[in-house]
């Protein structure tokens, strides 16, 4: 079938059902960024089927009318509402049916176990929201309270799992079903599907076993605050996790109204006091990296990783979410001296504290039956993000495993687990919150190099094999990451995005010779240049990946151990056979690192930076983009001319955005131009008026030389031209004067971010060097 998706971003869930359908259909992709839009979409891709993977905005009756449009709701039948995991994560059982008497219960009353099932659901879009025909629903069971569960971390795991199961399964019945109709004047939207569908889920065929369901309305950030000094560290974990990574809670707890993400309890600082701060609703217990742990009313902890601040009425994008000591150094919330005072360290050996806390990263060394020891090296950052502080700190947790490795008892082999995320690279929303966003930019990629530098040379000089096990999503640095190790192991349903284009960079992590040496140059530059997601079982046709496992948690852990012992018992090599189609001798590898940076810092700051800049921009501050590229939308490559701005020749070219910065610069001036011209129009007028009134006063001609500025064409043309004409000439003759249209920005999710009256101090941004930004968006 010919499938369009219309999503209102090609996230994680729509990439994966990408993959999977593509396998044997025809998937084409659609940015729903307006009603018109999505018609016209379906217009150009005349599909057998719409499918909508991840939608904030309802169809258009004339789309789900013409063609059969599927839904994929993340709750089961009879679950209504554009909040269902939020609801689901907070703490609704299903119990209450009114959602402000819900609220309240939450409010006031103890936790309860809550549900332990939930479900996805693909129904049919109609006219009213979340109840048309269901075509398909699979249910999984669920503890809300599972240590790291984030709303993220559910959608990317049991909701886009169970999401693909029910995908397949609907497309399957609609099939089915075309294939027992007429085809004579037959629409697909005709179809009926039958009363189970709703009723029975699509593995184990069984009711939902969750409890009642109910329409709720969109959770607001302000509906999960919390107050510390009555709240436990279970409520308050529920309700930061139930909106992490969108929209965050709204709070003031800081002192000042501020969305706030994290939600890991603490249970290892109890013996700390906790820290009265002047100005803030809440105690403080300590800091750790860029963390900060709040005193709950039980005694225990919560950790706030990320804030960021409120959109003001006069910001016209979002501020950047940030690590939480960072943006409140930055908003002089707290002081330095401050978060020395409540530093809690971890434990020198970067061993897993016995006691539940916020850890990054840790070391498991393992010693089997035979006395092998093998360190598996866990790293779980906030969504993939690698900062400059980040990678110092694994960098430490490298050497002490080098260093823990002596003859008597050698360490045969590193294996890098990653966390929820394997790694995206570099750290985005630091840098772009940064005083100096490029120069932050290199030292960022430096240091991620310095990473890969050891998987590439401090662990082969001391005989360790380097296997990179992939649980989680990875892109741009972090596939280069793995692929620098001498094996990858990849779970079966993460989704890789090796590409840097997107993003207006040429990448480093010795990608370069990783890449060329798994895949050759050829397929090298082809992935890298495709800029399109890619599926384990692809990735390992061409080699960026050595071995495939099913599964997904404890499961997939135990196939990764299982065959970690098996490499190093086979003795496989102590290094990849990659390694064996490049140069990675330290000559080599400081070749590489060179060269790779060289293009990095045209990236940061030569006049090609500018795509680097404003793309890094509107990535972090979620800016809504203006059209699909055509590398998801091949509905709408209509020539072969027709290409995505990252195809083009231009793109690499540092002359081209030479000549581009030039002509902004002509265009500035023009602007400039006419402005003076208006002002002298508005001269002329006061004078002519004057004349008019009866004052005779010839009007005075401007020459150059009693200019205090050039003359501008008004100047000149005043003295002899009649008030009919001037205006008109001046259009005319000069509309190549005229300003630009500035751009108007438009934030995803706007239905979370509304702004408010009430702006943080200071006022101004507390970010230098936006400057590039003001002309573009004006001053935040």
């Given at each position: 079938m010919k499938i369009l998706f219309l999503c209102t971003a090609h996230n994680s869930l729509s990439q994966r059902l990408q993959l999977a359908l593509s396998r044997s259909h025809h998937v084409?992709?659609?940015?729903?960024?307006?009603?018109?839009?999505?018609?016209?979409?379906?217009?150009?891709?005349?599909?057998?089927?719409?499918?909508?993977?991840?939608?904030?905005?309802?169809?258009?009756?004339?789309?789900?009318?013409?063609?059969?449009?599927?839904?994929?709701?993340?709750?089961?039948?009879?679950?209504?509402?554009?909040?269902?995991?939020?609801?689901?994560?907070?703490?609704?059982?299903?119990?209450?049916?009114?959602?402000?008497?819900?609220?309240?219960?939450?409010?006031?009353?103890?936790?309860?176990?809550?549900?332990?099932?939930?479900?996805?659901?693909?129904?049919?879009?109609?006219?009213?929201?979340?109840?048309?025909?269901?075509?398909?629903?699979?249910?999984?069971?669920?503890?809300?309270?599972?240590?790291?569960?984030?709303?993220?971390?559910?959608?990317?795991?049991?909701?886009?799992r169970s999401a693909l199961i029910a995908c397949e399964a609907a497309v399957g019945r609609i099939e089915q079903a075309i294939t027992r109709m007429p085809q004579h004047g037959f629409s697909n939207a005709?179809?009926?599907?039958?009363?189970?569908?709703?009723?029975?889920?699509?593995?184990?065929?069984?009711?939902?076993?969750?409890?009642?369901?109910?329409?709720?309305?969109?959770?607001?950030?302000?509906?999960?605050?919390?107050?510390?000094?009555r709240h436990t560290a279970q409520q308050i974990s529920r309700r930061i996790r139930c909106g992490d990574s969108q929209p965050g809670v709204l709070s003031k707890m800081f002192g000042a109204s501020m969305y706030i993400y994290g939600g890991s309890i603490d249970e290892s600082l109890v013996s700390r006091q906790a820290q009265a701060v002047a100005g803030m609703k809440t105690k403080l217990l300590a800091t750790r990296g860029d963390a900060i742990c709040i005193a709950t009313a039980d005694g225990k902890g919560i950790w706030i990783t990320h804030i960021r601040r409120p959109k003001g009425k006069n910001d016209k994008a979002l501020w950047p979410k940030v690590p939480a000591v960072f943006g409140l150094l930055q908003l002089n919330l707290i002081n330095a001296a401050l978060v020395d005072c409540l530093h809690a360290s971890t434990p020198a050996t970067w061993s897993l504290s016995a006691l539940r806390t916020f850890q990054e990263i840790w070391v498991d060394v393992v010693v089997d039956e035979h006395g092998t020891r093998v360190a598996f090296l866990h790293f779980d950052f906030y969504n993939g993000a690698m900062s400059t502080s980040q990678c110092s700190d694994l960098v430490s947790a490298m050497d002490r495993i080098v260093a823990q490795s002596?003859?008597?008892?050698?360490?045969?082999?590193?294996?890098?687990?990653?966390?929820?995320?394997?790694?995206?690279?570099?750290?985005?929303?630091?840098?772009?919150?940064?005083?100096?966003?490029?120069?932050?930019?290199?030292?960022?990629?430096?240091?991620?190099?310095?990473?890969?530098?050891?998987?590439?040379?401090?662990?082969?000089?001391?005989?360790?094999?380097?296997?990179?096990?992939?649980?989680?999503?990875?892109?741009?640095?972090?596939?280069?990451?793995?692929?620098?190790?001498?094996?990858?192991?990849?779970?079966?349903?993460?989704?890789?995005?090796?590409?840097?284009?997107?993003?207006?960079?040429?990448?480093?992590?010795?990608?370069?010779?990783?890449?060329?040496?798994?895949?050759?140059?050829?397929?090298?530059?082809?992935?890298?240049?495709?800029?399109?997601?890619?599926?384990?079982?692809?990735?390992?046709?061409?080699?960026?990946?050595?071995?495939v496992f099913p599964g997904a948690g404890e499961a997939l852990d135990e196939h990764i151990r299982s065959h970690v012992s098996l490499l190093l018992k086979d003795s496989v090599g102590r290094r990849g056979s990659w390694t064996k189609n490049v140069d990675v001798s330290p000559a080599g590898l400081a070749k590489a690192r060179a060269y790779e940076l060289s293009e990095m810092s045209k990236d940061f700051w030569s006049p090609r930076a500018t795509r680097y800049h404003t793309r890094r921009f509107d990535f972090v501050r979620k800016v809504k983009p203006t059209s699909t590229p055509l590398r998801f939308a091949r509905h709408r490559r209509q020539l072969p001319t027709d290409l995505d701005e990252e195809e083009t020749p231009g793109f690499d070219s540092v002359v081209e955005y030479t000549r581009r910065a030039e002509q902004d610069l002509l265009t500035q001036l023009r602007a400039a131009v006419w402005s003076d011209v208006s002002t002298q129009l508005e001269d002329w007028e006061e004078e002519r008026e004057q004349l008019a009134s009866g004052a005779r006063r010839p009007p005075k001609l401007i020459l150059p030389q009693d200019a205090v500025t050039p003359p501008t064409p008004t100047e000149i043309l005043t003295p002899v031209l009649s008030a009919d004409v001037t205006p008109l000439i001046v259009t005319k003759s000069f509309s190549h004067l005229l300003p630009m249209p500035q751009k108007k920005t438009e934030t995803l999710f706007s239905c979370y971010y509304h702004p408010l009256d009430s702006l943080l101090t200071p006022p101004e941004s507390p970010m230098p060097g936006c400057n590039r930004f003001e002309e573009r968006f004006g001053q935040f």
């Open positions: 084409t992709i659609e940015y729903a960024l307006s009603d018109q839009v999505m018609i016209d979409a379906v217009a150009l891709a005349q599909p057998d089927l719409v499918l909508c993977p991840f939608l904030t905005t309802m169809v258009p009756k004339t789309v789900y009318e013409r063609v059969l449009t599927l839904i994929v709701h993340p709750g089961p039948p009879g679950d209504v509402g554009p909040s269902a995991l939020d609801w689901l994560l907070m703490g609704d059982d299903g119990s209450v049916d009114n959602a402000d008497e819900l609220l309240m219960k939450l409010d006031r009353e103890p936790c309860t176990p809550s549900r332990k099932w939930w479900g996805v659901t693909v129904l049919q879009a109609t006219e009213e929201f979340d109840a048309g025909p269901v075509w398909a629903y699979q249910q999984f069971p669920i503890d809300i309270d599972e240590p790291g569960l984030t709303k993220s971390a559910l959608y990317r795991g049991s909701v886009s005709r179809l009926h599907a039958r009363p189970e569908y709703r009723t029975l889920s699509v593995l184990d065929n069984h009711p939902f076993q969750g409890g009642r369901l109910h329409h709720r309305p969109l959770l607001k950030s302000a509906s999960r605050d919390f107050d510390t000094a002596t003859t008597e008892a050698p360490i045969r082999a590193v294996v890098l687990m990653g966390g929820a995320y394997f790694s995206n690279g570099i750290a985005l929303n630091v840098i772009d919150a940064a005083a100096d966003p490029a120069q932050e930019s290199f030292m960022n990629i430096n240091r991620i190099d310095d990473v890969c530098h050891h998987l590439l040379h401090d662990f082969p000089k001391n005989n360790i094999t380097t296997i990179a096990a992939i649980r989680g999503n990875a892109a741009a640095g972090g596939v280069a990451l793995a692929t620098a190790c001498d094996f990858i192991i990849a779970g079966s349903e993460v989704v890789l995005n090796p590409a840097y284009r997107a993003s207006g960079l040429f990448g480093s992590e010795y990608h370069t010779l990783s890449y060329y040496g798994r895949c050759g140059e050829v397929k090298a530059r082809h992935i890298l240049n495709a800029m399109v997601p890619m599926s384990p079982l692809q990735a390992r046709q061409i080699g960026l990946v050595d071995f």
